[in-house]
């Protein structure tokens, strides 16, 4: 099998504010640049910080669809609302190793 899902890498954490607490979904669609640009952000913060993703295709999922539409692509951490449209790298990583302290 080629290249496991991060999901599937996850370590146990050794205290509540390590990172791999975290969980970051992007949600976005087929053929969105701001999605792609979203994207680059996300792979690359997770993967210095340890932090498992997943992608969640808004043409798939109709509640996700409703909800968001009008604001993808959509970053969720831990399932709350991080941000919109544009993902700054810097308060990504500081929410991930900031928040929940």
């Not at 992007?26 to 792609?36: A, F, M, S, T």
Request: glycine fraction near 6%; proline fraction near 6%.
């Amino acid at each position: 099998m080629a290249g496991m899902s991060p999901l599937f890498r996850r370590k146990p954490a050794q205290s509540p504010e390590h990172s791999e607490n975290h969980l970051v979904t992007l949600i976005r669609k087929p053929g969105c640049h701001l999605c792609d640009d979203a994207q680059l952000v996300v792979e690359k913060v997770c993967a210095e910080l340890g932090v498992p993703w997943e992608g969640k295709d808004i043409t798939e999922d109709r509640g996700l669809h409703d909800q968001y539409w009008e604001q993808i692509p959509v970053v969720l951490i831990d399932g709350r609302q991080h941000t919109f449209w544009r993902v700054n790298e810097e308060r990504l990583r500081r929410a991930l190793t900031d928040q929940y302290k």
